[in-house]
């Protein structure tokens, strides 16, 4: 009796797993593949072959933790089964020609660290599901053609330390609920098509070293509420329509050491700002807008 049980049990782990990976992620690897015409991949898999050894494919413990598939020829969408490989850290689709959008069924994706699907051809706009990875780290959706407005529930990332989205055709605001991402060292927009005034919660972001928004269509005052930013090091904002005159305060952001602001509205007196940023190695204050060979510096908040 206790051998008929032994060997039922042994039947019953076999049908649950093909060597040490579950069917459920084993169909979801399947649906991945077959999604993005595998058969035409650079190195592609043999489905008959242990999932561990097949290109690209993490595998810790019988789950499957990693997908690094860049610069594989993939192309078609990513289907939604890849909410079934919940135990996922890292998904590295980088340049690639996978079309359509982040499927919702990411939501599942708790333990997922990175998402890099770069330099590909999204389209569809970011799913409001995307603010349930809250272990995500690392998001990087740049040179796409990503459309529509950055979902507000971005602000539930509050682990995210990089966000590039740079070179897509995303529009709208950028939503106040950034401001509730302490993590953030990075936030790289430039080359959309948004709009609208930069969020004063932009000033939660204490740790911030990278702002870039070149080239988009950022309108007003630049916010007194940026220059809490102390930690910043790259600022930016060239090729917008901003106006008016650099907030008094600019001189606190002695760790700068870009400071792009060209191409806008900015107007004032000559004064030598850079003199005040002993770290400043790059800066262009002068374009046919600015009315200033270098843009003043103002006590007035516009915030």
């Known amino acids: ?49 242990p999932v561990e050894e097949w290109h690209g494919v993490t595998v810790k413990g019988g789950k499957v933790i990693g997908l690094n598939l860049e610069f594989n020829n993939l192309r078609g969408t990513i289907p939604q089964e890849i909410g079934d490989l919940v135990h996922l850290k890292h998904i590295n689709l980088f340049r690639n020609k996978i079309s359509g959008g982040i499927p919702s069924s990411i939501q599942n994706l708790k333990s997922l660290e990175t998402l890099n699907v770069a330099f590909n051809m999204l389209t569809n706009p970011l799913p409001e599901e995307i603010g349930e990875l809250k272990s995500l780290k690392y998001l990087k959706l740049f040179m796409n053609t990503i459309q529509g407005e950055i979902p507000s529930t971005i602000g539930q990332l509050t682990n995210l330390n990089t966000l590039e989205l740079y070179n897509n055709q995303l529009t709208g605001e950028l939503p106040s609920s950034i401001g509730e991402l302490t993590k953030l060292k990075e936030i790289l927009l430039s080359s959309n098509q948004m709009s609208g005034k930069l969020p004063k919660t932009i000033s939660n972001v204490k740790g911030l070293k990278i702002l870039s928004l070149f080239e988009n269509n950022f309108f007003g005052t630049l916010p007194n509420s940026i220059c809490s930013l102390t930690d910043l090091e790259e600022l930016v904002i060239s090729n917008n329509a901003f106006y008016g005159k650099l907030p008094n305060q600019m001189a606190n952001l002695t760790n700068l050491k870009v400071l792009l602001i060209g191409n806008n509205d900015f107007k004032g007196e000559l004064v030598e700002l850079h003199a005040k940023l002993p770290n400043l190695k790059q800066f262009d204050f002068v374009d046919i807008n600015n009315q200033s060979s270098i843009a003043t510096l103002d006590s007035e908040d516009d915030d």
């Open 1 to 49: 009796m206790k051998t008929a049980k032994l060997t039922l049990l042994f039947c019953f782990v076999t049908l649950l797993s093909f060597g040490n990976v579950s069917i459920l992620e084993k169909d979801a690897l399947k649906a991945i593949y077959n999604s993005t015409n595998g058969a035409q991949w650079r190195t592609t898999w043999d489905l008959n072959k």
